[in-house]
């Protein structure tokens, strides 16, 4: 846990007590700070005693949940109170950074790709004997992690909500992926978006950027202008044996680039990242069958995500679909060449089968089960099926990751049943 000595006696509040807000109370308390506390779930509000009214007036420091919209799609009543009463509604990372001024924070943010490179750079530094800790976005919430010595890294993964509720940015390196459509619901448009994600340049930072897209090439040139200390990546990054596609070679060069600015040797930085095997739902080699790969890419959320792990293999039983956030899947035809099928399922089967009319094969399924079963009795030798849905989960799972899970549990059994 974080220590936050300076809110012993103040007044300090907390709106959405899921896994951040909990830290942050757990943090207060400890600090012996006065506590208010709110969560539009009326079972949350009853676990940890919220008292209505919650007053935001008078609080000397406002932690708001980034999974609680506060602006868009249309403003929170509390947040409105707040800003009415110059209490600005905050992210927890702020809080950490201002804890911890001896520590060293690296923040890595972008539609595709965050949470790998975060993890990656973590994984670095702990083989490198580096003083480290991993979170945000990604495992533990900010104030949930361990305090770390003078020089130690902080290595967190920043989503778009997070950085829309951050005042002062204080990130020695700070990495944008990528920017494509996502979330515009909760931004109110691709310029929002692409704005929010650019707050993570907010101090001095070093900048890593990527330059696959026309939004970070754009920011990257401002950034220059400004005088700022500016890294490009592209295709450059290392092949690691754990990390198929291109797109990991663009994560692997973002790493390399973070670590290098924190003063890290280029080649003990490489040989630090060998062995990283990657994450869960991203890519994932789960089974093999026959000659067969089945590979689970939950995480594709979103059709750039799913072009990427198209691009990764020549002959592909895609399996798509679900509540999708887009109906346009131009960034996904340069790859059609390479889908032997697709098996579509959930909400946006129909959209995707639209999509996919006169250039691949396709067949609507409904569910996951059933298409799990179609793509391994049709899949030949060589071939891969990969789970790669171009769309959320939410129309028949409560998350990627369970839907991921699903996948993996249903390719074990045919594993045994193969065996």
Sequence with gaps: MIPLPAYRGAEVGVVGLGRSGQAAVAAFAAAGAYLHVW????????????????????????????????????????ALKAYAAHVRP????????EAMPESRFV?????????????????????????????GNLGPAALGLPALDRGGVYALELSSYQLALMARPAFNVAVLLNIAPDHLDRHGGMHRYAADKARIFGNRATVVIGDSDPWCRRLAAHLRTEGRTVVITGDDGPALPFLPGLHNRRNAAAALAALAALGI??????????????????METVGEIAGVRYVNDSKATNPESAAFALASFDRVRWIAGGEAKTDNLDVVRPWFGRIAKAYLIGASEATFADALAGHAACERLGDLDTALAA?????QPGEVVLL??????????DSFEARGNAFRIAVRGLVGDAA
């Design 39 to 78: 969560d539009d779930r009326e079972e949350l509000r009853r676990q940890f005693g919220a008292v209505p009214p919650f007053d935001p007036s008078g609080l000397d420091r406002l932690v708001w949940s980034p999974g609680i919209p506060h602006l868009h799609p249309r403003p929170h009543p509390l």
């Design 107 to 135: 923040g890595v943010t972008g539609t595709n790709g965050k949470s790998t490179v975060t993890a990656l750079i973590g994984h670095a530094l702990g083989r490198l004997g580096v003083p480290y800790a991993v979170g």
């Design 388 to 397: 790669a849905p171009a769309a959320a989960s939410f129309d028949q799972w």
């Design 265 to 282: 040797d280029h080649k003990d930085a490489h040989d630090a990242m060998e062995g990283f095997r990657g994450l869960p739902h991203r």
């Design 90 to 97: 905050e992210a927890d990372i702020s809080l950490l950074t």
């Design 375 to 379: 793509a391994h009795r049709d899949a």
